[in-house]
């Protein structure tokens, strides 16, 4: 690259996919949706210029005004503020452009269907007096009047209303961060990591499949549906064992000089459903990656080994893999070719608070090794791709051996399901078939480089690495009839929250994640509880999900995110939910609630997080619950007073929040970026998906290798453990491949 330093560089801009054809809804529905969003997200003016403007009196603008403009820096602060308070989301044609592609792309059909009768409802007499108490259709009654009304269907009788709210505040909220052309100006993000330096990642290189009528067929020795963390271990010890692998992944391939995407370009093409997978009850959004290398490619660099009592729990189990030595020697072997290390760690302000906190509360606190190759990756960006390269996740290290030792990628490929050679009860896996759709195809730009073909890979051994929500619905489309497959899914689920500061944090530099603290983590004497680490800070990350309450408020809580820290709740669930397909179009649902047992885990864990935001001197401190206020410190300045957490305020909202314990799962916005444990390891079918050796119970051949194979949650960022157990699985099976036949069928049945 031309460049040398992040401040004069300039990503490639990456395509997006086309918008979907709209037309499954009338102009009026669309109308009144965005309506909807104008009240979400109001335009803020003392005297209305259109209907879609909410207006308030020049006393409240001057104190929003002076708000915003105390936070923006530079002698344009208050024309940025005006700008800011004054945008309007529905004339701006990027924010409507990602709300259609949401609404078209990623809301499954039952819940666009729901909310198509909600918005053909408010346009009928009878409709609206029941959904509004007036008999104006919704879009043409003032922004104000759409605002009292939205926020009166979080509280309803009528479930479809407090699920519309629920899933439309979270489609607006995000969908303005991503759009807005002032919310970066106001909290002085820059479009590009002001640290570090540009440099290429390793160049892979995809095999390119002819247009043609009939399927293409492919043969080779092992073929693996999935390039992360899990199938990228796999690949590279298969290929160099001397096998011939054919690694296939349903996304694409971006080089470094096309990152740090916009988030808008990193959701669409890095991200499963661009970000926007959510659990049936709407409570948890879910974080997948969905790009070449997986999650690895955006995950935030932690790099913690499976922790002793984990373990233990597994060994109990019937897994005593996981307290041998060649699983210990497993972790280590992954850890070392990323250059897992503590020593080059530079913790930016947000970890800085935590680790300082917890100290002077006496909390067990550490820092959290980072997959950076032995050098310090002072970032933050990374959940958008590293520009740097130094992140070792499995692009730059083990798909890159791969690569080296002779394994062939295929991007683009959906694998739909896999092909048996059935003899009776006896099924055996002889490899994939699945669609390929070029890159061209994918970016609808058509040309003649857009093809799209049915492929047949025919193979000696098939290894499913497609994740923990696709690996068991590839299983389940391919036929086979365990009842487990699907189920026991662990997300640790989280809550976040926000630290708020008098000074500037810029709190996107740095890594991401770099302490975390254990003093919660066993709660009930069994190895469930919450770690306390800090989240990734990019905007379109943080902001969305905190609470909406009224649309003024909203704004001005999002500009204080550049002087705030994070916290997330990181919780080891005990109890578990599934995934399974979509009736309609077999896209992953996930039917998953976060427990009242798990959920007083997170409230005591949001208690420590306020603690130690109180302890390092936040004047506020809020939750992503929105049934309860954020604390305000009552005098911002007494840092030091000696009465410490014992102060009388902030005791007195740790009682609220204890009171509202175990949290109202309605009222609070969880998250999740681990999914664990859907083709689970066992001794047993009747428990497990998969026997001790990855195998898919009653096949011949058929292997899962992911996280999906968790026998429970790690309680742990889910990376190492997830390609330890691939690189003593992938060891094991290049050992069986390499055996006579008749030393292989022993093998088999042990």
């Known amino acids: 690259m031309p460049t040398n330093s992040m401040t004069d560089y300039v990503p490639q801009a990456v395509p997006i996919p086309q918008a979907p054809d709209t037309s499954f809804w009338s102009e009026l529905q669309w109308k009144t949706l965005f309506a909807i969003c104008d009240a979400i997200v109001p335009s803020i003016r003392t005297a209305p210029q259109s209907l879609n403007d909410k207006v308030i009196s020049k006393i409240e603008y001057d104190a929003a005004l002076d708000k915003l403009t105390s936070l923006v820096s530079g002698p344009d602060a208050k024309q940025v503020a005006v700008q800011y308070l004054e945008e309007n989301v529905s004339t ?61 269907w979080d509280t309803s009788r009528l479930s479809p209303l407090r699920n ?13 961060v991503l759009a807005s052309p002032n919310i970066d100006k106001v909290l002085g993000f820059p479009r590009v990591p002001v640290h570090g330096k540009p440099a290429d990642g390793f160049p892979h290189e995809f095999l390119q499949i002819p247009p043609g009528d009939g399927p293409e067929t492919i043969e080779t020795d092992i073929v693996i549906v999935g390039s992360g963390c899990g199938g990228a271990v796999t690949a590279k010890n298969l290929a160099e064992a001397g096998l011939r692998v054919l690694v296939v992944e349903k996304s694409y391939s971006y080089p470094s000089k096309t990152f740090p995407m916009t988030a808008n370009e990193a959701y669409v093409n890095m991200f499963e459903a661009a970000g926007a997978v959510v659990s049936d009850d709407g409570a948890t959004v879910v974080l997948a990656g969905s790009t070449w290398g997986g999650g690895g490619t955006v995950n935030w660099s932690a790099a913690l080994q499976t922790q002793g009592y984990v373990r233990q729990e597994w060994a109990d189990g019937g897994l005593p893999l996981f307290t041998s030595w060649d699983f210990q020697r497993s972790l280590d ?45 002072y970032c933050g960006y990374c959940t958008t791709g590293c520009a740097a390269a130094g992140k070792k996740g499995p692009t730059e290290t083990f798909l890159a051996d791969a690569a080296k030792a002779g394994a062939t990628f295929i991007e683009g490929f959906r694998a739909d399901k896999v092909l048996f050679d059935k003899k009776g009860a006896n099924q055996k896996a002889i490899g994939v078939e699945g669609t390929w759709t070029s890159r061209d195809q994918y970016l609808g730009l058509g040309g003649s480089g857009s093809t799209q073909r049915k492929v047949i890979i025919k193979a000696k051994k098939v290894v499913v690495s497609s994740g923990t929500l696709q690996s068991p619905l590839l299983l389940l489309r391919s036929g086979l009839k365990n009842s487990q497959i699907g189920r026991n899914l662990h997300l640790h689920p989280v809550i976040g929250a926000a630290a708020l500061f008098d000074e500037d944090t810029r709190p996107w530099e740095g890594s991401a994640l770099t302490t975390v603290v254990n003093e919660f983590e066993d709660l009930d004497g069994h190895g ?14 943080f902001i969305p999900i905190f609470p909406w309450k009224e649309g003024l408020d909203y704004k001005l809580a999002a500009a204080k995110m550049r002087r705030s820290t994070s916290f997330i709740t990181l919780t080891k669930d005990r109890d578990s939910g599934r995934v399974y397909p979509d009736p309609n179009d077999g896209r992953v649902r996930i039917d998953y609630q976060v427990s009242s047992f798990d959920r007083r885990h997170i409230v005591e864990g949001l208690i420590a997080a306020a603690k130690i935001a109180y302890i390092s001197g936040a004047k506020e401190f809020a939750t992503t619950y929105r049934d309860i206020e954020p604390f305000v410190r009552e005098d911002s300045s007494d840092h030091d007073s000696p009465e410490g957490t014992n102060n009388v305020a902030l005791q007195k909202w740790i009682a609220e929040l204890r009171r509202k314990s175990p949290l109202d ?29 990855c195998q898919v119970w009653g096949t011949d051949g058929l292997y899962v290798v992911d996280a999906s194979v968790f026998p429970s949650a790690s309680g742990v960022n889910p990376m190492v453990t997830n390609m330890a157990i691939a690189d003593w699985a992938s060891r094991n099976l290049a050992r069986l491949m390499s055996q006579p036949r008749t030393e292989t069928s022993r093998l088999a049945r042990l």
């Open 164 to 176: 519309t709210f629920r899933g439309l505040t979270a489609i607006v909220k995000k969908s303005w």
């Open 665 to 693: 799962a309605e009222k609070a916005l969880f998250a999740s970026a681990h999914q664990m444990g859907t083709c689970r390891m066992g001794k047993s079918p009747k428990t497990s998906v998969v026997d001790p050796h």
């Open 528 to 541: 469930h509880g919450v770690k306390l680490e800090s989240a990734s800070m990019l905007p379109s990350v």
């Open 333 to 377: 072997r992954v850890c070392d070719r990323m250059g897992v290390n503590t020593e080059h760690v530079r913790h930016n302000v947000q970890n800085n608070v935590i680790l300082e906190g917890a100290r002077k509360l006496g909390y067990a606190a550490k820092t959290v090794p980072q997959n950076t190759g032995n050098a310090e990756h």
């Open 92 to 152: 701006n044609p990027a924010f409507r452009a990602i709300v259609e592609r949401t609404v078209g792309h990623y809301v499954h059909d039952e819940g666009r269907n729901g909310l198509g009768l909600i918005l053909n409802a408010l346009n009928t007499r009878a409709g609206s007096l029941i959904l509004t108490g007036s008999t104006t259709p919704l879009h043409q009654q003032p922004v104000a009047f759409r605002e009292k009304v939205f926020r009166g």
